[in-house]
């Protein structure tokens, strides 16, 4: 599964560094940046049992039209990105803010602080689509399950798989848009350390 290609590519980047106020190559940076790190930090909660049923609330709750073949950022709830953000990165976001705005050429903390809530409800967009389709459910805001079986899009292992599967592509992403710490490993590991932990509600 290519879902870090996916959601990078369906990013109108024109859009985007017209929201910022960089230029497209700045901002195609900076969403490789964040991106592996919304992932990682998600990722992180879903390792905790609390923090997985948290997580599959919230996605149940995106699973929306709002990610496509092109997203039309105009749709995107930036108060509810803020929300996500805030739940994912508990409270170290301030540092994971810094150390995101530190990398990739040094892109600065407040185009990340700005950036994240435009991307946070576009990742949940599309983790929500890629559960409904592996459960072979329809879309518009289906409940996402949450008892057992091998299919269910609601147990903990799918989730855990689905999210390392769409950061398993990061780094080749990264690759491609020239990003020096924009893949998955560098940023999770490397730059974000230990501020992310799990289990968050």
């Not at 980047?13 to 901002?27: F, I, K, N, S």
Request: charged share 15%.
């Amino acid at each position: 599964m290519a879902g870090f290609d996916d959601i990078l590519s369906s990013l109108p980047m024109d859009q985007l560094a017209a929201q910022l106020g960089v230029d497209e190559a700045t901002a195609r940076q900076a969403a490789s940046t964040a991106l592996p790190a919304l992932l990682g930090g998600l990722q992180a909660n879903a390792a905790d049992p609390q923090g997985a049923a948290s997580l599959q609330q919230a996605i149940g709750q995106h699973g929306d039209d709002l990610f496509g073949e092109r997203i039309d950022l105009g749709r995107v709830d930036t108060r509810d990105g803020e929300k996500i953000s805030s739940h994912i990165f508990g409270g170290n976001q301030e540092q994971v803010v810094h150390a995101l705005g530190g990398a990739g050429g040094g892109l600065g903390g407040d185009l990340m602080k700005r950036l994240l809530p435009m991307l946070a409800p576009i990742v949940l967009s599309y983790l929500a689509k890629q559960m409904q389709g592996r459960a072979g459910g329809p879309g518009g805001g289906a409940t996402l399950p949450t008892s057992g079986g091998q299919r269910d899009a609601g147990a903990p292992g799918s989730l855990q798989d689905l999210l390392g599967e769409v950061l398993g592509g990061a780094a080749g992403g990264a690759a491609q848009t020239g990003g020096k710490s924009a893949g998955g490993g560098s940023i999770i590991t490397d730059i974000l350390g230990g501020l992310l932990g799990g289990g968050r509600r």
